[in-house]
């Protein structure tokens, strides 16, 4: 048979089929009587693959085989054509199953220990109604959990005609976002002035402050009382009477001529005493 009239049927075979064909399914379409080798086929899908360059088309190998589809620069526009919007799968769903992908034949409960959060049900159910995923067997531990492992679904959903087509986990590792990286030097700290209370009272305080009297302290608040009150009093000039002690002062002021002599009384009390209670 000629190239070109086995490659209008492989072409056609492709194009009628609703999931990818192995070589294997294409070389069921011939007889003996046409003489058509699996290297014929094979030189066959190399020339279709060829005539798509520039075409809105390619032909994909996939893990199940070769299929038609449309190209990922012109996909934005064909996707118009459906009216539903395309599913939208959970972070925590895509994240159980690049662990299955990657590590597999693994457990649920060695996906949780990873992730460090319980896997849903749903989860599972999910990527087994999909056939992303199987059970390929059991772990030989107590309680006999199901070991899990991806399917060739799998691999056509996303392309892949193998296992070893997934990127290495260090371009993954390269793909996380920068911002949620850590600095590796803190960056320096940046003090601000703090605003004032009450902008009035500030601006008052100011205009106070540029007369000769030199400002306040700092440290003083208006309406405390001086730590020293004896420093702080005017003293009473000789022609002003003494101020009259308010009500609660209980303790009388001594004046200056008794605070300068010595407590007389006291004293002569001490060494005076009675003879008679002397003598007894």
Aim: proline residues 9%; aromatic residues 6%; glycine residues 6%.
């Amino acid at each position: 048979m000629q190239i070109e009239q086995l490659k209008a049927i492989i072409e056609a075979a492709l194009l009628a089929s609703n999931q990818p064909m192995s070589v294997h399914q294409l070389g069921d379409l011939f007889v003996e009587s046409d003489e058509v080798g699996r290297e014929q086929i094979a030189r066959a899908l190399e020339a279709l693959a060829e005539d798509c360059e520039g075409r809105g088309v390619e032909l994909k190998e996939v893990a199940s085989g070769f299929r038609y589809q449309v190209r990922q620069d012109v996909h934005a526009w064909v996707s118009r054509m459906w009216s539903e919007r395309p599913s939208r799968y959970s972070r925590a769903l895509m994240e159980t199953l690049a662990l299955i992908a990657y590590r597999q034949p693994i457990t649920r409960p060695e996906i949780e220990q990873i992730r460090g959060v319980v896997v849903s049900s749903n989860i599972i159910k999910t990527m087994e109604e999909r056939e992303w995923i199987r059970v390929v067997g059991y772990r030989d531990v107590p309680g006999k959990p199901a070991l899990f492992g991806t399917t060739r679904a799998f691999l056509d959903y996303f392309n892949l005609k193998s296992l070893d087509q997934l990127p290495p986990l260090s371009e993954i590792r390269d793909m996380e976002d920068p911002q949620l990286r850590f600095e590796p030097e803190p960056l320096p700290a940046h003090v601000e002035r703090d605003l004032p209370i009450d902008p009035e009272a500030e601006a008052e305080a100011t205009d106070g402050n540029r007369d000769d009297e030199p400002a306040a302290p700092s440290d003083e608040v208006a309406g405390d009382t001086p730590i020293d009150a004896d420093a702080e009093a005017p003293a009473a000039t000789s022609g002003e009477a003494a101020p009259e002690p308010g009500p609660d002062a209980g303790i009388p002021t001594a004046t200056a001529d008794e605070a300068a002599t010595p407590t007389a009384d006291a004293a002569t009390g001490t060494a005076e005493q009675d003879p008679e209670e002397y003598r007894a």
